[in-house]
C-alpha cells in the first residue's frame, strides 16, 4: 500500500512539473507575440527627420516628408522615404551618394519628430498627438488626459492609419501606431 502511495504522489508531482512547465512556455509564447506586435517604424508624410552625411557639414539637413512620400536631397535627387525604416533610409542614400558622388559616405537617419496619431470619444481632450515609439491605447488615453465620466472602458476600438475597417474591442496594451485613430465609445450606464 505504501509502494501505492508513494507511486501515485510521484506521479502527481510529475504532472505538476508538466503543467507548470508548459504554462511557463505559454506564458513565454504570449510575451513573444506582444514583442513581435510592435513592429519597427516605417516612416510617412509629416514626420521630420534629420539626416547627416559624416564629414560634410552641406549635406546635413532637416526635412518634412512630403505627400509624396519622400525628400530632395543634393546630389541624388528625390528619395522615397515612406514605408522604409530609417536603416534602410542609410543604406539607400549612401549606395546612391558612393556611386557617382563619394568615395565612401556614411549616411545617419534621425527621427526629429513623428506624425500624429488620433483619438476621438469619451476622454478629456481628444485630439490628434504626436506618436511616441512603443505607444499602447493605455498610453495614448493617458495622452488624451485620461477618460471622462461617461467612457465605456471595455469599448475602445482602433481605425488603423490608410484604412476603413475598425478594430473593435482593444486591449489596453495594443499598439497604436502613426494616423490610427483611437475611439473610446460612450457608456449607456
Known sequence: MKKFILHLVGALLILVNQTALANSSATEENADTR??????????PGD????????????????TIDKRGGVNFPYIGYVQ?????????????????????????????QMNSFRKFF?????????????EP?????????LAGGFTD??????INIRPSGSTELQENVNLTDAVYPGDVVIVEQSFF
Open 134 to 142: 512603443q505607444l499602447t491605447v493605455e498610453k495614448a488615453i493617458a
Open 81 to 109: 522615404l515612406t514605408g522604409r525604416t530609417t536603416e534602410e533610409i542609410e543604406l539607400d542614400m549612401e549606395a546612391r551618394l558612393k556611386a557617382d558622388y563619394m568615395l565612401d559616405p556614411m549616411v545617419t537617419v
Open 150 to 155: 461617461r467612457a465605456d472602458r471595455d469599448d
Open 35 to 44: 514583442v513581435s506586435q510592435q513592429r519597427e517604424y516605417l516612416l510617412g
Open 119 to 131: 483619438i476621438t470619444g469619451e476622454v478629456e481632450d481628444p485630439d490628434g498627438y504626436e506618436y
Open 48 to 63: 521630420r527627420v534629420n539626416i547627416e552625411v559624416y564629414g560634410d557639414e552641406e549635406l546635413t539637413m532637416k526635412f
